[in-house]
């Protein structure tokens, strides 16, 4: 499967300032998404990030807080803007569409470990 | 839309017993059903997929089977061992016309002690 990486691993940020995540794959996918993952709790889709055009948000993730770019077939980030205590949670990027198998086969970054002071 | 329940929420086990999480999915049209292993601190992992145009599926220790009528799958691990102790996900997904999102069940934490 594809190597992914993601920068920052962890960071802890002051209320009110913006986060950018990135999200790098060794090899080119057809699809990345972004999620969140609060302490304890289950993954929750945030959006898709389409390439070369806008990304596709989830009920409740709208693009102010979360905009997201992806400007090619192996990079994406994520930005956390204006943040809150609330926003700290493990944020993943995962990706479909890897060399092999089919688009619906997703597969996880490690993860950034947002802590909002 | 679509909405995914997973049981139990935990599960405790012996060393060499099995263990199954049963899912439960609301949409009909979904298709696909994979599976995450996630060790304290680690990314989702893959660990076995299914899709609707089989029943069962096999890899070594860990099975997933499929019921559409009844619209639910589970995980099957036997022989279970310390390290598979983790939380376990399960996921539906439609396909086939255009993505479609992966919608997770809630996660079930399972101890195997030695």
């Known amino acids: 499967s594809a190597v992914i990486s993601q920068k920052p691993s962890r960071d802890i940020c002051q209320r009110g300032t913006s986060l950018t995540i990135q999200c790098q794959v060794d090899s080119q996918v057809t699809m990345m998404f972004w999620y969140r993952q609060q302490p304890g709790q289950s993954l929750t889709l945030i959006a898709t990030?389409?390439?070369?055009?806008?990304?596709?948000?989830e009920s409740g993730f709208v693009i102010d807080k979360f905009p997201i770019s992806r400007p090619n077939l192996t990079f994406s980030t994520l930005t956390v803007s204006n943040m809150s205590p609330e926003d700290s949670s493990i944020y993943l990027c995962?990706?479909?569409?890897?060399?092999?198998?089919?688009?619906?086969?997703?597969?996880f970054g490690p993860g950034t470990r947002l802590t909002v002071l | 839309g679509e909405n995914v329940e997973q049981h139990p929420s935990t599960l405790s086990v012996q060393e060499g017993d099995s263990a199954v999480i049963k899912c439960t999915y609301s949409d009909s049209a979904s298709n696909y059903f994979p599976w995450y292993k996630q060790e304290l601190g680690k990314r989702p992992q893959l660990i076995i997929d299914i899709r609707s145009n089989v029943g069962e599926k096999k890899d070594q220790r860990i099975a997933v089977t499929l019921n559409k009528t009844a619209k639910h799958f589970s995980l099957h691990i036997t022989e279970t061992q310390p390290e598979d102790s983790a939380v376990y996900f399960c996921a539906a997904q439609k396909g086939n016309t255009g993505f479609q999102k992966l919608v997770f069940g809630t996660g079930t934490r399972l101890l195997v002690s030695p």
């Open positions: 990030a389409n390439q070369g055009s806008e990304a596709t948000y």
């Open positions: 995962s990706v479909g569409g890897t060399s092999g198998r089919g688009t619906d086969t997703q597969y």
